[in-house]
């Protein structure tokens, strides 16, 4: 690294209380306190790992792996363990790693003999005092003597859990900065962590974060409870060196290539590629919302206007093999993530930016509350929510529920092709709740004018296929002219009550034109 003891100078200078003394008494309020004095000075951006890292190739960083002999904790029969993630390709900024035990805090040195490396010449180049870029938590969730890793924290203020039954997918994030403004996204970094050590027998563990970035630095505490569902309680305290253009609490980032309902890339063979497909939402007021994932031909951001949510996330509601068709990706089997608010978090808007991407390596999809408030420098800002890793079953609504969606042509198979010109037709399949089935039902269908919604239709399927899977199919055909883009919000409903969630879906115009054309068709 160039200039390392400089650099080590420099970040001791910034460092109070905990950096003077890596032995002081730890609690989070010094975290705190570090996050606050921290945002009256001036951003500092911190020092890249060495080039030859950076340009690392997938394959070669894959190549550099912790060796899990050395995992922290290991030798002490531990239900928790920590193994070490080394700089690389991605992973371009080092961070600081404590321990805390009986409330002392002692720094992790890096030592290269944690890791294997491709060459011994590779091994050779590594800087002695390098530092990390993240650590993986494991624990027994497959068995009393097999450690499975269910959380990741690296890269930005990334991280990612699994359920038990759950390979790994999508990712939250600490915060979010001026996501909606491409490209001038900011990026701020968990710099420290500190993992406190917990009991030998322990379910529960506790990791504390400083964070800090252009605009805003925050103290946060994680504790987190692996199993069937992976709960992560998250405080968050934020301190605002200047005011963002949009703040983001309990980001959300996933990817959405295409799906069962949406046109398949030339060449794919599979059902459907993406780790999450659609936003799920519980509005103050019961309202649930279920809005379908698209992957858009330009930049797209929708924001859904709520009161006190209660409850919002990426969901893989698809979790069959079939819609899928991959053993080696196993998107049947990418967790879900739901955030429960804790406390009133008031008006704001819960935002959906939607990114075009012509690949399955490019999480192209991001969710965040942003506060109905001004955020103002100088103050304090304190949030609390519940983050659920896990099945789709952690964002079950109480009342039916859309299991799958369809967009395509207006015109009937096997009708003149002049028929579908400028219109749609949308097949939406809402599963009914037991105390629903045997009523008479109707759709309830609204468009943004000018588009015209026509021929709405409810047909009820009783165990269909081998799974024996009962729906009711809503369809309906709209009308849309050119150069219009689209907003639609449908549910189902019988003479007493609403049966199901609310299906909404935004398509803009440049995406309306290609579903109603038919090959063949002028």
């Not at 420099?10 to 996050?35: I, M, N």
């Not at 550099?64 to 995992?71: G, N």
């Not at 720094?107 to 003999?113: E, V, Y």
């Not at 369809?406 to 037991?434: E, K, Q, W, Y």
Request: charged content about 20%; overall charge positive.
């Amino acid at each position: 690294m160039r200039r390392p003891r400089l650099a080590f100078l420099c970040a001791l200078a910034l460092t109070p209380v905990l950096g003077r003394a890596a032995h002081a008494r730890f609690s989070f309020s010094d975290v705190v306190r570090e996050a606050k004095v921290l945002a009256k000075t001036p951003y500092v951006a911190p020092r890249p790992v060495p080039g030859f890292l950076r340009r690392l190739t997938y394959n070669a960083y894959q190549s550099i792996r912790f060796i899990p002999a050395k995992a922290i904790w290991r030798n002490q029969h531990a239900r928790f363990q920590v193994q070490l993630i080394s700089p690389g390709l991605y992973y371009t900024t080092p961070i600081r790693i404590f321990t805390v035990s009986n409330g002392v805090s002692r720094p992790l040195a890096f030592h290269r003999a944690d890791f294997s490396y491709p060459s011994q010449t590779f091994a050779q180049h590594i800087p002695p005092h390098l530092g990390y870029a993240g650590f993986k938590l494991t624990y027994p969730l497959v068995g009393h003597h097999r450690h499975n890793q269910f959380l990741v924290f690296a890269g930005a203020s990334y991280f990612r859990a699994v359920g038990r039954p759950n390979r790994f997918g999508l990712s939250a994030r600490g915060i979010a900065i001026d996501t909606a403004f491409p490209p001038h996204e900011q990026f701020p970094v968990f710099e420290k962590f500190w993992i406190i050590k917990p009991a030998p027998e322990a379910r529960r563990i506790h990791v504390y974060a400083l964070l800090n970035g252009q605009s805003v630095t925050g103290a946060y505490r994680f504790i987190i409870r692996p199993g069937e569902v992976t709960r992560i309680g998250v405080q968050a305290r934020l301190f605002f060196r200047h005011r963002p253009r949009v703040l983001g609490i309990a980001p959300l980032t996933s990817m959405f290539f295409y799906g069962v309902g949406t046109p398949r890339p030339g060449g794919e063979w599979r059902p459907a590629v993406h780790d999450s497909d659609g936003l799920e939402m519980e509005n103050g007021d019961g309202e649930w919302i279920w809005r379908p994932l698209i992957n858009p031909p330009s930049f797209q951001v929708t924001s859904f206007s709520l009161d006190n949510p209660r409850g919002f996330g990426l969901v893989q509601r698809d979790e069959r093999f079939v819609s899928y068709e991959d053993l080696n990706a196993g998107y049947n089997l990418r967790p879900s993530a739901w955030v429960l608010p804790r406390g009133s978090w008031g008006h704001g808007d819960l935002e959906l930016v939607e990114i075009p991407t012509a690949s399955e390596t490019v999480d192209n999809i991001v969710s965040y509350w942003v506060p109905g408030f001004r955020i103002r420098t100088g103050r304090e800002y304190r949030f609390a929510y519940r983050l659920l890793f896990g099945n789709a079953s952690v964002a079950k609504p109480p009342g039916g529920a859309v299991v799958q969606t369809f967009i395509g042509a207006g015109r009937n198979p096997g009708m003149p092709c002049d028929t579908s010109r400028h219109t749609l037709r949308f097949i939406v399949d809402f599963t009914i709740p037991r105390s629903g089935l045997g009523r008479p039902v109707q759709g309830v269908v609204t468009a943004n004018p000018p588009a015209h919604v026509t021929a709405i239709n409810v047909v009820p399927a009783r165990n269909i296929g081998q799974s024996h899977l009962s729906f009711d199919r809503l369809s309906f055909l709209v009308r849309v002219p050119p150069g219009h883009p689209l907003e639609l919000r449908a549910f189902l409903k019988d003479q007493a009550q609403t049966l199901t969630e609310t299906w909404s879906e935004m398509l803009p115009a440049d995406a309306i034109q290609p579903l109603t054309q038919t090959p063949g068709c002028p």
